[in-house]
């Protein structure tokens, strides 16, 4: 990557980090036979840097779908709304399972973290979009902008690539 093209990716990632940071569930979706399929996940206590990771167990739908189509999204909504779309990819590393393992996963797995069953869905993050929601003049400017007709340079949609 060129230097502006480096600087401008980094600036993408932390971007998505600030606004994804602190937020609990993401809804993963991904491609069934029957069409997409969105499912409640918790989120990993690591910081972003352009990969997202989810801990489940081998004997699910969503591990088995990445096997025939590898593309996901992955929303969440917190302090603004974000939407990351990616490539999912099915990991098996004992190493990572028990770094990213916490307490919670026991309740919410049912397992421990030596389960022979427990896997890894990697994320690699190719593109995210946002929309701000806690700057109320930024919105004030962009409804009065649209009820008028105006060109506003307010955008409270923005779509950033992270490849």
Do not use: C
Not at 24 to 46: F, N, W, Y
């Amino acid at each position: 990557m060129a230097n502006g093209q480096t600087t401008a990716h980094q600036e993408a990632v932390e971007t998505v980090r600030e606004l994804i940071k602190g937020i609990d569930i993401a809804m993963l979706t991904t491609v069934s036979e029957d069409g997409l399929v969105s499912r409640p996940m918790k989120t990993q206590e690591v910081e972003f840097d352009g990969d997202l990771w989810f801990l489940t167990k081998e004997d699910t739908d969503k591990y088995h779908q990445l096997q025939d189509n590898p593309h996901v999204n992955v929303a969440y909504v917190g302090k603004s709304y974000v939407s990351i779309r990616g490539q999912g990819e099915r990991i098996e590393d004992r190493a990572k399972i028990k770094e990213l393992w916490n307490p919670g996963y026991a309740k919410l797995l049912q397992t421990t973290s030596d389960d022979p069953q427990l896997v890894l869905i990697k994320v690699k993050a190719e593109a995210a979009e946002y929309w701000e929601t806690g700057n109320w003049t930024k919105m004030m400017k962009r409804m009065f902008s649209q009820l008028t007709g105006a060109r506003s340079e307010t955008e409270l949609n923005h779509t950033v690539n992270l490849k």
